[in-house]
């Protein structure tokens, strides 16, 4: 069974910093673009990060830029989002996503895989 498990959220004060993991089983993603979504309470879910197959390409909402870091470990078969100087609005449900079929996840129909997401919240 595929699977992508997300871990490393919780709570934090603005300002501070979050370590994301997502550990993906049942297959290899390397040769899968990989990358992250959020979902806030009461808003669409939105596209955060993401990193092509070679682990060159990156993308980033404007909103991260230069805050998050997204990077991917293809032995461990894991991705990652490095999050600094967070912030209340980055407060959401963080969710791993994987596609086969696209070279990005730029767009959220991009997305193959789905993981459950862990919570980040932001204290002001």
């Known amino acids: 069974q595929v699977q992508l498990v997300e871990s490393g959220g919780g709570l934090v004060q603005a300002g501070g910093s979050l370590r994301l993991s997502c550990a993906a089983s049942?297959?290899?993603?390397?040769?899968?673009?990989m990358g992250w979504f959020r979902q806030a309470p009461g808003k669409e879910r939105e596209f955060v990060a993401d990193?092509?197959?070679?682990?060159?390409?990156?993308h980033y909402a404007d909103s991260v830029k230069g805050r998050f870091t997204i990077s991917r470990d293809y032995a461990k078969n894991a991705v990652y989002l490095q999050m600094n100087s967070l912030k209340s609005e980055d407060t959401a449900v963080y969710l791993c996503?994987?596609?086969?079929?696209?070279?990005?996840?730029?767009?959220?129909?991009?997305?193959?895989?789905w993981g459950r997401g862990t919570l980040v919240t932001v204290s002001s």
């Open positions: 996503a994987a596609t086969d079929t696209y070279p990005d996840l730029l767009r959220m129909r991009a997305v193959d895989y």
């Open positions: 049942g297959r290899t993603f390397s040769s899968a673009a």
């Open positions: 990193i092509s197959r070679g682990g060159i390409i990156t």
